[in-house]
T-cell receptor
Framework: DTGVSQNPRHKITKRGQNVTFRCDPISEHNRLYWYRQTLGQGPEFLTYFQNEAQLEKSRLLSDRFSAERPKGSFSTLEIQRTEQGDSAMYLC??????????????FGQGTRLTVV | EDKVVQSPLSLVVHEGDTVTLNCSYE??????LLWYKQEKKAPTFLFMLTSSGIEKKSGRLSSILDKKELFSILNITATQTGDSAVYLCAVLNYGGSQGNLIFGKGTKLSVKP
């Protein structure tokens, strides 16, 4: 499978616990995005990387959220001390881009987080 | 603040109807506008528009961008029940941080048999 892969697909956790999600982008893609989506809403931007550099973080991203892309390949998104309001679908997307050309972004299947 | 606004938020039509979905935007350093279709899973890519006035077409779907008036439309002709989905519009900007992809809330299309 050469698409964007996210793990796990579903996660149920108790409030206050930490969770970590993983995203494996399409192999040649240098840009990687994280979004959060709740029912009836479009994807809300969280952060994105160009290679290993985290270029932008949304103001929505509180200090409980952290993302890494250590070698410019896969990325992890960690949420510490989860709250019920964190329950959402977390989507990862990847694309090619940089100075000059950008391609369309392709999405993974998402990780659905439920905080109980 | 950059924003993308889609209208209508929801739409119910019957099979065979033609629909037009709208997307307007206000972003700094506009680069491209993208349309996605989302069923009960991840968004799937439909079109990427960079130049004004050039229609992109794929089967019964077509889209065009107006960079002067800052909007795009997505047309679906002869709708089918399989077209039922949320259609998302996103804008890629190209600022100092080299590009971000900002989504609208989507238009939920329901096609009745």
């Amino acid at each position: 499978d050469t698409g964007v892969s996210q793990n796990p697909r579903h996660k149920i956790t108790k409030r206050g616990q930490n969770v970590t999600f993983r995203c494996d982008p399409i192999s040649e893609h240098n840009r990687l995005y994280w979004y959060r989506q709740t029912l009836g809403q479009g994807p809300e931007f969280l952060t994105y990387f160009q290679n290993e550099a985290q270029l932008e973080k949304s103001r929505l991203l509180s200090d409980r959220f952290s993302a890494e892309r250590p070698k410019g390949s896969f990325s992890t998104l960690e949420i510490q001390r989860t709250e019920q309001g964190d329950s959402a679908m977390y989507l990862c997307a990847s694309s090619l881009g940089g100075t000059g050309a950008f391609t369309e972004a392709f999405f993974g299947q998402g990780t659905r987080l439920t905080v109980v | 603040e950059d924003k993308v606004v889609q209208s209508p938020l929801s739409l119910v039509v019957h099979e065979g109807d033609t629909v037009t979905l709208n997307c307007s935007y206000e972003v700094t350093n506009f680069r491209s506008l993208l349309w996605y279709k989302q069923e009960k899973k991840a968004p799937t890519f439909l079109f990427m528009l960079t130049s004004s006035g050039i229609e992109k077409k794929s089967g019964r779907l077509s889209s065009i961008l107006d960079k002067k008036e800052l909007f795009s439309i997505l047309n679906i002709t002869a709708t089918q029940t399989g077209d039922s989905a949320v259609y998302l519009c996103a804008v890629l900007n190209y600022g100092g941080s080299q590009g971000n992809l900002i989504f609208g809330k989507g238009t939920k299309l329901s096609v009745k048999p």
